[in-house]
């Protein structure tokens, strides 16, 4: 089994500020196209033109303007800005960490090593943020208020006014509804995104001969490319994930959602909609993924060479006046 040797440890703070500056980032340049997907993966049925055509993510993209305001894209932008920094400080730490313990005495990873290793960071990030955050998320993209008529006053307000809603007329607990899928789809999506950027990284270095960091523009194309391999392997869950996360039912135990869900898609819709919205979500998540590591690398990059610095005594930090 072929090895990739183990980055220098960065220190959590350093994980913090670049993962969060990239995960900015990834949001406010991909977000349309996340509720674009959202809208597709919820449509009961193919939605179509006025002249009986059937619309692509373009096309749905263009009635939600339409409809709704150009804003109306980036509906849920907040409560994925207000989750961005931790769900990225958790992402690379916790793989950072999880990647040291499964190191073999040699502090070497293979890539049983490196799979598991995103498997478990996509699992922590889940459910310490990702969970509550895509609900509100989610809840937030689903409302098809018009933006052109002020009477037409939508349910939630903002991310913080939706949490309040659904904690008041749902429960605490219903900020978790499909937790269990959402971790499964961020597990694999984690497990996947990281061995592929992994060991396209290390191929990459190793064909050129490259001892640091590869060009960016390197790293924004493998980063497209592990960044579509999660969407392409877990399409089905997302679906069924975002349908039971824009519910409002909380009866039943999470086995019966799902089931009931499931079973409800495929007799009423086919089999084709477990895979609504897979383009636009490869296309969201993919070029989403480049932005991320590109920035991460960059950020890291810099406060790895100032904290040299500051080692070595060449900047110094004033101390605080009395």
């Given at each position: 089994m072929s090895k990739n040797n183990t980055t220098q440890k960065t220190p959590i703070l350093t994980h913090l500020v670049a993962g969060g500056a990239a995960g900015f980032m990834e949001a406010c340049i991909c977000h349309p196209l996340d509720t674009v997907k959202v809208r597709m993966q919820l449509a009961k049925s193919v939605q179509k033109s006025a002249s009986g055509k059937r619309l692509g993510f373009a096309g749905v993209g263009v009635r939600i303007v339409k409809n709704e305001g150009f804003l109306a894209l980036y509906k849920g932008l907040g409560a994925v800005i207000a989750g961005i920094v931790p769900k990225m400080a958790i992402r690379f730490s916790s793989f950072e960490m999880y990647k040291g313990a499964l190191a073999d005495e040699n502090g070497v990873n293979s890539r049983t090593s490196i799979f598991f290793s995103g498997l478990l960071a996509g699992t922590t990030?889940?459910?310490?943020?990702?969970?509550?955050?895509?609900l509100i998320k989610i809840r937030l993209q689903a409302q098809r208020n018009s933006m052109a008529d002020p009477m037409d006053i939508p349910k939630y307000r903002n991310a913080p006014h939706a949490a309040y809603v659904i904690v008041k007329e749902e429960g605490f607990r219903a900020l978790y509804k499909g937790v269990a899928l959402t971790a499964l789809r961020q597990a694999t999506n984690q497990a996947a995104?990281?061995?592929?950027?992994?060991?396209?990284?290390r191929w990459g270095k190793k064909v050129q001969n490259i001892e640091g960091e590869l060009p960016s523009y390197?790293?924004?194309?493998?980063?497209?490319?592990?960044?579509?391999?999660?969407?392409?392997?877990?399409?089905?869950i997302d679906t069924i994930k975002t349908r039971i996360q824009k519910s409002n039912i909380g009866t039943g135990s999470a086995w019966n959602r799902f089931t009931t869900v499931t079973t409800d898609i495929y007799k009423k819709e086919g089999f084709r909609a477990f895979y609504k919205g897979l383009t636009p979500r490869v296309l969201r998540v993919a070029p989403g993924q480049s932005v991320t590591f590109v920035v991460y690398e960059k950020v890291k990059g810099w406060l790895e060479v100032a904290q040299g610095k500051i080692k070595e005594g060449e900047v110094t930090i004033p101390a605080p006046q009395k």
């Open positions: 990030e889940a459910v310490m943020v990702v969970s509550p955050m895509d995104n990281f061995t592929a950027y992994q060991e396209l990284k390197q790293t924004l194309v493998i980063g497209g490319i592990s960044g579509a391999m999660g969407p392409l392997s877990n399409a089905p």
